[in-house]
């Protein structure tokens, strides 16, 4: 539970980065990057529930096309579930979103595992 949690804080903090990027996604508070989180972590923890073959063999077979589109449906769903989380430029902005927040939610985590306030 704590690690969803800090799962859950984590990309709240990543979206609260990209908001101030020129990704066209727009976010008014924390407290909605808070909530943002919440949607984003449970919808990919959905992902999770799938058997690791399945999730490495489509990754491996799809050159990484299906995480992808997974990620900006999820990223896509969230905009439209909350209310003060938009996507300016819609598919575009969802696009990008999801790109940063990959990349920027890793080196968020790459960062917690090197001080050691998160073990592997």
Same mark, same amino acid.
Request: hydrophobic share 60%.
């Given at each position: 539970?704590?690690?969803?949690?800090?799962?859950?804080?984590?990309?709240?903090?990543?979206?609260?980065?990209?908001?101030?990027?020129?990704?066209?996604?727009?976010?008014?508070? /924390?407290?909605?990057?808070?909530?943002?989180?919440?949607?984003?972590?449970?919808?990919?923890?959905?992902?999770?529930?799938?058997?690791?073959?399945?999730?490495?063999?489509?990754?491996?077979?799809?050159?990484?096309?299906? /995480?992808?589109?997974?990620?900006?449906?999820?990223?896509?769903?969230?905009?439209?579930?909350?209310?003060?989380?938009?996507?300016?430029?819609?598919?575009?902005?969802?696009?990008?979103?999801?790109?940063?927040?990959?990349?920027?939610?890793?080196?968020?985590?790459?960062?917690?595992?090197?001080?050691?306030?998160?073990?592997?």
């Amino acid at each position: 539970m704590t690690a969803f949690i800090l799962s859950i804080i984590v990309t709240a903090i990543s979206l609260l980065i990209i908001s101030k990027l020129p990704t066209g996604v727009e976010i008014d508070n /924390p407290i909605i990057a808070l909530i943002a989180g919440g949607i984003i972590g449970a919808f990919s923890g959905l992902w999770g529930l799938f058997p690791n073959w399945f999730r490495t063999g489509t990754a491996l077979f799809s050159l990484g096309l299906v /995480p992808l589109i997974g990620s900006i449906i999820v990223f896509g769903l969230t905009a439209w579930l909350v209310e003060g989380f938009r996507l300016r430029w819609g598919f575009g902005s969802a696009i990008l979103g999801a790109i940063a927040l990959a990349i920027i939610n890793s080196i968020l985590f790459f960062i917690l595992r090197q001080t050691g306030l998160v073990v592997v």
